[in-house]
């Protein structure tokens, strides 16, 4: 290596500590290193102990289209039970570059509460995206060239259900038509979503080894044939070869916070548009290695922590201990009517208006199963008077709460918190339905116990795809809402803590590998756009190669 290319090197590795001394901190012994810094989890390590640690859900409010600082607080939390002398291990979702590139910016955290290296992870980390992108893509590439030849099985071409997708936020993309021009492949209707929409990015969330992964795949329903028999991705000579593409893919990283503490970022599915968790594999990472699994359900409690207690508890089969139910001053003034150009503006009485949604998340919470731990993340922005106005509320609302400044403190900053969670002991959760109900019956229990509505409006769409899951059997499923994530409604719009409202269930996705059922609700799409002032923009590469801009 060059003088200037190992000066380069050493300036962005010299504050981590080597990913194997990280790993040795836990009690890992055999890592796949992916350079000095990122590391993938073999299967071998995985199931080598047995499970011990008490499981610590972090999730939210719903939140402005900026974040509120939940993988901050999962980050901070993890840190400062380390300093209480307790091991502990935080898993993460992986960034997806739509959000990085969009409105909400990086996922790793911010100020000193971080997981390293935050800009390869923010970016193309281990290659897993990339993974899940090309695999999803080869099943679709093979569909069409299937038609192009006229080969078995013969789908109906306005019945196929497997698009492309992108990691990328490209709206341009939603409606294509493939195959124009000379020899273009099969002519036919398309649909892009984002890569975190995959189905395949839910089932690398929730397969345990090779052999529940190749199964998984093989179960994906593809489309239809013209005599409207079902058509599966076994059913093509290519599920062999996604497999070997997922290969790595499946095994969790191992990365480390802003502290040097042990941290496991795998899988990346949004919980507006899918089940919104880290994989059970980086989660039996956690519950083997460490005395606190600290892990971070996506966006409100309406979501993240509606899926991790209905679908990844059970799938994983553990328990839960206890709840971190992030709020911050800005998204509750969001929450009480201010625009999101006046929010780092005072206005206590706009945060009084709002607070109404924090305590309908902490009705969530509770139905779950849990008594949560409101967590109060400080902005720099936040007045004194607001914060000392919110604690007021949070004390009315009788529950335990605390402070987070773990963005200017790091582990520090984290510890009161952490001391309300030690003594938690593991709990069976509260499921809202019942496996064995039928779909209806189960999407009705989410809507009106968890989201609070008075009922659902089914529409035409739906009505014929819930006769289609009839049909084929597919009620035992679960669950996996998509809706907007800033509204307990299925309007983006209806902010706060809204009543007397419906849900509207547009259609339903059948997702047979990960063996979901996807209700499409409101107008949510499955592959987002961007904001007027994309957030890529802001980065770029300085002339000796460090990356800046990402947040």
């Not at 939140?63 to 002398?85: C, F, R």
Request: with cysteine.
């Amino acid at each position: 290596m060059c003088g200037k290319s190992l000066k380069y090197y050493l300036s962005f590795t010299t504050f981590m500590k080597p990913i194997n001394e990280i790993a040795r901190d836990i009690g890992i012994e055999n890592i796949i290193p992916f350079g000095a810094n990122k590391a993938k989890i073999p299967f071998s390590e995985i199931w080598k102990k047995e499970r011990k640690a008490k499981v610590i859900l972090v999730t939210a409010i719903n939140p402005t289209p900026y974040g509120e600082g939940k993988t901050t607080t999962s980050i901070g939390t993890s840190m400062a039970l380390w300093k209480l002398g307790k091991r502990s291990i935080v898993t993460l979702r992986e960034p997806s570059l739509g959000p990085v590139f969009g409105i909400k910016g990086g996922g790793t955290g911010g100020g000193k509460a971080t997981v390293e290296p935050s800009d390869e992870i923010n970016l193309h980390f281990t290659g897993d995206f990339h993974a899940i992108q090309v695999a999803h893509n080869l099943l679709s590439t093979i569909i069409n060239n299937a038609m192009y030849h006229n080969l078995e099985p013969c789908l109906n071409r306005k019945k196929i259900l497997w698009g492309k997708v992108l990691d990328l936020n490209a709206r341009e993309l939603r409606s294509v038509v493939e195959g124009l021009g000379h020899n273009g492949g099969a002519t036919v209707e398309n649909h892009f979503e984002i890569t975190s929409a995959s189905e395949i990015s839910a089932i690398i969330a929730i397969a345990k080894s090779y052999t529940d992964l190749k199964e998984r795949l093989s179960n994906i329903l593809v489309g239809f044939r013209n005599d409207k028999s079902p058509v599966f991705a076994k059913d093509f000579n290519v599920v062999g070869a996604m497999a070997a593409v997922l290969r790595d893919a499946l095994l969790p990283n191992l990365v480390q916070t802003s502290e040097g503490t042990p941290a496991v970022i795998h899988g990346g599915p949004f919980a507006n548009i899918a089940h919104g968790h880290n994989s059970i594999l980086a989660d039996e990472v956690g519950m083997r290695y460490s005395d606190y699994l600290v892990t971070e359900a996506g966006f409100g409690s309406d979501l993240g922590a509606e899926k991790f207690v209905n679908i990844v508890s059970r799938l994983g089969d553990f328990e839960i201990s206890g709840a971190v139910l992030v709020a911050t001053v800005k998204a509750l003034k969001y929450h009480g009517g201010v625009k999101k150009k006046h929010l780092n503006e005072e206005n206590v009485e706009a945060m009084e208006k709002g607070a109404g949604n924090l305590q309908r998340h902490i009705e969530i919470v509770r139905k779950l199963g849990f008594e949560p731990v409101v967590a109060i993340n400080h902005f720099p922005q936040d007045s004194e008077k607001e914060l000392a106005r919110l604690q007021e509320l949070v004390e009315d609302m009788h529950v335990k709460f605390a402070v987070s400044e773990v963005f200017a403190q790091g582990g520090e900053g984290g510890i009161d918190i952490a001391k309300k969670l030690i003594d938690i002991e593991p709990r069976k959760p509260n499921y809202t339905y019942k496996l064995d109900a039928p779909v209806r019956e189960k999407v009705e229990a989410i809507a009106t116990e968890i989201y609070g509505a008075d009922g659902v409006v089914w529409e035409s769409q739906a009505k014929k795809d819930l006769k289609l899951i009839d049909k084929m059997g597919f009620n035992d499923f679960y669950i996996c809402m998509a809706k907007t994530q800033y509204s307990l409604s299925d309007n983006p719009k209806l902010l706060g803590s809204p009543e007397g409202f419906v849900v509207h269930v547009r259609s339903l996705k059948i997702s047979s590998g990960a063996r979901f059922i996807v209700p499409m609700l409101g107008d949510i799409s499955t592959m987002p756009g961007l904001p007027s002032k994309p957030a890529a923009e802001n980065i770029d590469l300085t002339d000796d190669g460090q990356i800046v801009g990402l947040r």
